[in-house]
């Protein structure tokens, strides 16, 4: 009986330490996941201030996952300009990972670069990676002697101005006295009088300007028939307050349907013939485009003489 208690005893203290000897070998265990990785900062010689980058490449086996520091140490001398970014690589073999740091360092000199270690988890077990002790060294912006360099004398409290304060309130109050005389002198100014244009000397006149540009012989014959509608349309939108350029053929018939000196059936198939030129692409012979123009300043001219004073009556007004 004794001996068999003293076996059991010793199978039991060799569990413990068994337990023991598990529970302790477990770090050990984690750090043996196989990982790679590498720093590389670009350049690596910079002057205060000016942005520069460092990578951290960290390789690990498939299904790993490796977190970055998000910044560096904001008490350092060198800070984070921007968040971290992590590129992954293509490769299926393994987890391939770069982390870009956009940074600046604010002091002269070998600086360090302090980030925290780059986790690698894999099955429960946890890989520290230290990224410490890497430097960048910053460049003065001084000349290489600042010695030589005199400063200006420090500048009086109050300096003396050769101008008094009074001089320039006079130049201002000058200023402003001529202003408003300008003003006064240009609303006094007459206003220009209006030169009145007879419509239909206007619209004669823009009949011979079109014919002039020869139009029909250089083949634009449907250009030539839309000029010459148009300037009948601005005859009669200056002689008629109701026939607006903003109507259509169709309302135009209708507005000046009253009007006992325009020939009705004549401006009605001119204005169809124009409207289907215009509009529907119709073709247009040379010949049949100077006869619409012809109709339309026919039009024009049939109107201005009917609506003209008879001798009587410019007797009688005189």
């Not at 005199?150 to 006079?170: C, Y």
């Not at 250009?223 to 309302?251: C, Q």
């Not at 204005?271 to 006869?291: C, H, M, N, Q």
Request: charged fraction near 25%; aromatic fraction near 8%.
């Amino acid at each position: 009986m004794t001996t068999g208690r003293k076996g059991d005893w010793a199978i039991g203290r060799l569990v413990v330490w068994s337990t023991f000897f598990l529970l302790g070998a477990m770090p050990l265990f984690a750090q043996q996941i196989a990982v790679k990785a590498g720093v590389t900062l670009s350049p690596d010689s910079v002057r205060i201030g000016d942005p520069f980058r460092i990578t951290i490449g960290v390789r690990a086996p498939a299904g790993a996952t490796i977190e970055f520091p998000r910044v560096l140490d904001s008490t350092a001398t060198v800070q984070s300009l921007d968040p971290v970014t992590v590129r992954t690589s293509a490769d299926t073999s393994a987890v391939e990972q770069y982390a870009d740091y956009r940074v600046a360092a604010w002091d002269v000199g070998k600086q360090p670069i302090r980030l925290d270690d780059v986790l690698v988890k894999l099955n429960g077990a946890t890989r520290r990676v230290p990224v410490a002790g890497y430097t960048v060294f910053v460049r003065s912006l001084l000349p290489k002697d600042s010695a030589q360099r005199v400063p200006k004398p420090p500048r009086a409290l109050f300096e003396p101005n050769p101008f008094p304060w009074w001089i320039w309130v006079l130049i201002a109050a000058a200023i402003i006295g001529l202003i408003l005389w300008w003003m006064r002198r240009r609303r006094r100014k007459q206003p220009a009088l209006a030169i009145v244009v007879d419509p239909y000397e206007r619209a004669e006149a823009e009949f011979q300007r079109i014919e002039a540009l020869g139009l029909v012989d250089a083949g634009e014959r449907g250009r030539y028939v839309a000029l010459m509608i148009e300037v009948l349309r601005d005859y009669l939108a200056a002689r008629y307050t109701e026939a607006s350029l903003a109507l259509t053929s169709t309302e135009l018939e209708r507005a000046v349907g009253h009007a006992v000196h325009i020939p009705q059936d004549r401006l009605a198939r001119v204005l169809t013939d124009a409207d289907l030129i215009k509009f529907a692409r119709r073709p247009v012979s040379g010949e049949r485009a100077r006869e619409l123009g012809r109709e339309a300043r026919a039009i024009v001219g049939i109107e201005h003489r009917a609506s003209q004073p008879t001798p009587s009556e410019q007797a009688a007004a005189a």
